[in-house]
C-alpha cells in the first residue's frame, strides 16, 4: 500500500527524531551555502538544492580518533575508541547521488577487514533518500546507471508530489520500522503526480565500453590533453560522495595523543611519494588517470561497482574546469 | 588490546636490541608486551607490518627477520622522513606499535627441492634476509642457495655480520659487490653493480628460483639478465613496496594499476609485475 507525508509532518517527524536523541542530518542552510548538518528542528531541513559536500563524511568523518596513546608511568597504554557511543543517526532529505554513496563504499570498508568506524555508523543509521527534481547542468547520474529517483542506498524513498507532499516507500526494514514507529504522520494513498525531474545533458553512458576502453589505453595522449591544467587541489575528493582514500597521521606529543584517520586525495602530489623520493604518479595527468581507473575501473574489477554516483560536484567545484562527465563521454564515443 | 575489532590498534612492543648497520640504517628488534601476542604472533616470509612511532604516526616496513626464528620480530629502515626518523631517536626498552601481519608471502613451500638464487640492492635486502634465515633454517629443503647482494659503497652493505656468516658457511654462495668508486681498500668483494655482477657469477637456472629485491632501476637490469641466464618469468619473484598507510586495502595509495601491493602482494612473480599496468 503506497503511502504519502506531507511536507509538515515530514518536518514533524526530524522533530519526533530529535526528541528521541537520534542525531537528524539534512541539507540545511549554512551561511551561504547548504550542507549536510545535524538538524535540531524540522524547520532546518532545505530541500531547495544539493548540499555543497556530500553526505559521506556522516559515516567516513573528514578525520576522526581511532585510538589514543598515553604514557602512564613509564608505560605507553593504547585504548581504543568507544564505537558503541557512535549516535542512532538518521540522514534525511539525501538525494540518490549521496543516499547510494555507503552502498558502494560498504564493499572496499568490508572486504577482508573490516573497518568497523564507518560500518558501526552504517549500522547505526537510517537513509531517507528522496528523488531529485533540483539538478542543473552538472548532474550526471544517469549516465553511471544511477537515476533522480533511484532508491537504491536509501531505508526509505520519497518522491515530491505535485501539491507539496511526498510519495514514500519502504525500501528496508529500517525504513519499514521508521514508518511504523511513526505512523501517525503517514497516511495510505498514492497521492498527486510527482514532480517532474530535471532533464540531464548527458545521456546514459556505455560503463562497460568506458572500462574496456581504460583497460586498454593506459597510455594514451588522452590523459596529458584532459589532465595537465590539474592543479591536484583535490577539491574533487574532497566533495566526491565515493572517494576514499584516507591517511593516518598522529596528533599530539609523544607521550600523550591520538591517532587519526583523515582523508586524503590521489591528486595530492605526495599520495604516493616514497620516503626516497621515487614516486610512481610522479605528474599531475598520471594522478587524475588513477582517479578515472580507479572510479571506472580498478573499483569495478574489484568490487563490482562504479566509484561514481553522477552528483557533478567535482563538475562545479574544479578551479580549472575539468569536467569528468565530458571526459567519460570522450570516451564512450572512442572507436577503438 | 588484541580482542578490539579496530583494525587500526596496533600491538605494543618493547625494542629489545638496535643494530646500526649503516649510518643511516637501523634494524630495531622487537617484543611483543603481551604474553598471548608474543606467543601466539605468526607470519610467513614477505609479510609486512605497520610500525609506529607515538605522536608521529606510521611507516610500512617488512618484517626483516625470519618466521622460523620466535619470540622477536626485526625491521630495518633508513631514517628518511618524520616517522622513520623519530623512531630513530628511540632507545632500548622504548614502546613502538606493531600492525601486522599484513599481505601475501614467498611460498617457500614450493621452492622445496629446488636451488635459490637472491638478487637485493641496497636497503632492499631486509625483505629477502627474512626469507634467507627461513630457507638457511632449513637447509637440508633446498639445493644450491646463491645469495647476490650489492649496495652503492661499503658502508651501505646492511647485515655486515650476516655477510660474514654466510661467507663463511660452506652451504651458502655468497657474491657481494659495490658500485664502482664505493670499494674501501680492504673491501673482499666484486666492484660492479648487481645486475652486472650477477651475470658474472652466472647461477644455474635449472631448478633455480629467482628472487629479487632492490630499486626500481636495479630491477629494471637485473630481470633481462635473468632471462638470459634462462629463468622463467614464472620463477622468478619479487616484492613491491609502494608507499602505505592502512595496510588493509582501504586507503587506496600502494595500487599499481587494479592491483593493490598490500592485500595482493606484496609478493609477486616477474610475469604478475610484468602483466602490471606499468606505473612504478
Redesign the interface.
Known sequence: MPQIITEQNLRNLIDLLVKEAKLVVGPKLSGSVVLYEPLAAGSDLTLDALPRRSSKELFFPICEDILSYKRENGAMKVTDVDRSKFPETVLIGAPPCDAGSPAILDAVMSWDYNDEFYLERRRKSTIVGIACTKGDDACFCRAVGLAPDAEGGSDLFLTPLKDGSYACKAVTDKGQALVAAHQNLFADGAGTEPVPFVDQAVEKLDLVKIKKWLEEHFEDPLWEKIADICVGCGACAFICPACHCFDINDEGSTDDGVRRKHWDACGFAKFTNHASGHNPRDVQNKRYRNRIMHKFKYYDDKFGKTLCTGCGRCIRACPVGIDIAEILETINGKED | ?CK???????N?ATIEAIVDETPDVRTLRLVFQDEQVRENFSFRAGQFAEY????????TFCIASAPTRKGYIECCF?S??RV?E?LRRLEVGD?V?VRGPYGNSFPIEEFYGKSLVFIAGGIALPPLRTVIWNCLDLRDKFKDITIVYGARSEADLVYKHELKEWQERGDVRLVKCVDPGGAGPDFDGKVGFVPTVLEEAAPSSENTIALVCG??IMIKFTLPVLERLGFSDDNIYTTL???M??G???????????V?VC?DGPVFTARQVKAM????
Do not use: A, H
Open positions: 588490546m578490539s575489532d579496530n583494525i587500526y590498534l596496533p605494543l609506529s612511532s607515538f605522536g608521529f604516526g606510521e611507516s633508513r628518511v622522513g622513520t623519530s614502546t606499535g630499486p626500481p613496496e609502494n608507499r598507510k592502512c588493509v586495502g582501504k586507503c587506496g595509495r600502494c595500487n599499481v594499476g587494479n593493490y592485500k599496468s606499468q606505473e612504478f
